[in-house]
């Protein structure tokens, strides 16, 4: 993952840089893809930093959560710079009191991937809410069952991030959601004991991948439509605003920074256990 993460870096800085040979148009051969592939290998991370720093961030980052935030795990320069020192933690204890304390945080970008818990399709409105001014984005360890909250407020229109605290994962408002979930992730047999009776499937026809499949589902087609392996160890979350709740129902989405792909898993709680009861791929 962390490996792809770069290449897609390097792809951009190429096109931003098209003056030191990157505009060559020949197919791309074998040779070319070793050769990029090596270059993700050996390449200096801060040289790629470096170059990325030189570009301008754009005056609407503030505008967006989202847009702030790729800017802020991607730049070390903006990064420093939007980080409210001495940065504080539980109980106001100084988590960095200057920029020399503080480790750059990269958070979900080099894994390629993102993960966000809803509890509702409706909650993906607030990513394009421009009038929130508070985001909390979790670092959740579901192995050591702990969550590191970055806190971020908008002062004076501009995104900065103002604090950081971890608690334990029971004191989380998906506490109950969390604890299951790092279950179903990594026990086949438990995974399977929690797919509803029926299930709600949308994706690529098994039998036909050319084709869309929309209809309802049984346990024993699990193995059909599986997406596989599903991420586990550390998740991320991010909450727009003070939106916690312990609602019946939860949506994971896992989506690809820079391939497109997304996987959406709606659990509800039904008795006294959580249920898969609908996969979109």
Known sequence: MKKSFWIVVISCVCMML?????????????????????????????????LISEQPIPKAADEL????????????KFQMSRIQFP??????????RSKKEWKMERFYFPQNFYTQILDSKKDLKLSKDTSINHVSVEKIFLDEKKVMCYHFDRLNGQWMLTSVVQNDIN????????????????????????????????????????????????????????????????????????????????ILLLRGISNGQELEMTFKMIGNAWKLVKLVE
């Open 171 to 250: 004191m989380n408002g998906n506490a109950s959601f969390l604890n299951f979930y790092e279950h179903f992730a990594t026990d086949s047999a438990f995974q399977h004991a929690s797919l509803n009776e029926t299930m709600e499937f949308r994706g690529p026809d098994p039998d036909d991948d050319s084709k869309e499949m929309h209809e309802n589902i049984t346990p024993d087609q699990w193995e059909e439509v599986s997406p596989g392996e599903l991420p586990s160890g550390t998740l991320y979350n991010v909450v727009y605003g003070e939106n916690f709740t312990k609602g019946s129902q939860k």
């Open 87 to 96: 940065l504080m933690g539980e109980g106001q204890k100084p988590v960095a």
């Open 65 to 76: 959560f989202d847009d702030f935030f790729f800017n802020f795990a991607s730049n070390r």
């Open 18 to 50: 098209w003056t030191t040979g990157c505009t060559d148009k020949k197919p791309v051969s074998m040779e070319d893809s070793i050769m990029v592939d090596s270059l993700a290998d050996t390449i200096a991370m801060d040289t790629l930093e470096e």
